[in-house]
């Protein structure tokens, strides 16, 4: 029998027989486990807040050998979630964080930075109101983490900077493109780019969470737009959190995304 304490996000609980919950983690050192929590319905003394998606904290797990399922033996948040099913636009950003997450990142494999990118936005989410901008964060350091973030700052054909204040971009292709080989691709604009830099960098979130609220709409949408024409063709299934989210967002909204709805 082998015991383990861990910092843990909740990605996701589903019913597992009458009182039982499947309780997807993600750790800084297992990585992503599937756990089982044996009578977490009912106990409120070892799982206190509950195990709702984007609950943060200490998971204790143990399994019996090496390969074995996981048990959850208890989880305590350092987050407050209750509330979180009173507050929609909270709950809708904090389930986007943790299905994108989970449907992601398909190896268990550990990646202690990919855990702190999770935990930052989640407890940023928690603390206080949810911006865009933290998403924006979240999904190119998510994406950093797989080696999936694309190329931002040179030519992804022949690596020449590049400069100007329309750069070509493509998803399908690698990221941004220099006046040779973009020809014919859409533009973004260059500040678009300069803030996914500052945004995936790991110094200092607060200024580029602020930078990135105080660009102009135009901008702010031609980010969200690059960051999901990444991410788009990595899903395996639709995410419902973002069906969600779509139904809180006005009518005419441009898109189903984490956006400049709120
Ligand atoms: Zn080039």
């Known amino acids: 029998m082998s ?25 800084p050192d297992l990585g992503k486990i599937r756990t089982a929590a ?19 904290g200490e998971a204790t797990v143990s399994r019996r050998r090496e390969g074995a399922m996981w048990r959850l033996d208890a989880f305590r948040s350092v987050a407050e979630v209750s509330g979180l099913g009173r507050d929609l636009t909270r709950f809708a950003y904090v389930n986007y964080l943790c299905e ?3 449907v992601l990142v398909v190896e268990p494999e550990p990646e202690a930075r990919r855990f702190a990118a999770l935990a930052e936005a989640v407890g940023e989410t928690l ?18 983490s797989l080696g999936l973030l694309p190329a931002l700052d040179h030519c992804c054909v022949c690596g ?10 493509s998803s399908g292709r690698g990221g941004t493109l220099c006046v040779v080989h973009g020809a014919g691709s859409p533009r973004v604009p260059a500040q678009t780019l300069a803030l996914a830099i500052a945004l995936q960098r790991d110094d200092d979130p607060e200024s580029a969470w602020d930078a990135a609220s105080a660009a102009s709409p135009a901008v702010r ?24 989210l779509a139904a809180l967002t006005p009518r005419g909204a441009v898109n189903r995304t984490p956006g400049d709805a709120p």
Not at 44 to 52: I, M, Q, S, V
């Open 221 to 244: 949408r031609a980010l969200r737009d690059l960051v999901q024409s990444v991410v788009r063709p990595q899903l395996r299934r639709p995410l419902r959190s973002l069906e969600f």
């Open 38 to 56: 044996k009578n977490a319905r009912n106990s409120k003394r070892r799982f206190a807040g509950g195990l709702p998606a984007g609950a943060l």
């Open 100 to 102: 994108l997450t989970d």
């Open 127 to 144: 603390r206080s109101t949810p911006r865009p901008a933290v998403m924006r964060r979240f999904e190119l350091r998510l994406l950093d």
């Open 3 to 27: 015991q383990a304490r861990t910092p843990a996000v909740v990605l996701q609980a589903s019913p597992l027989g009458e009182a039982d919950l499947m309780v997807v983690l993600l750790t």
């Open 160 to 169: 020449e900077p590049t400069s100007a204040s329309e750069i070509a971009f």
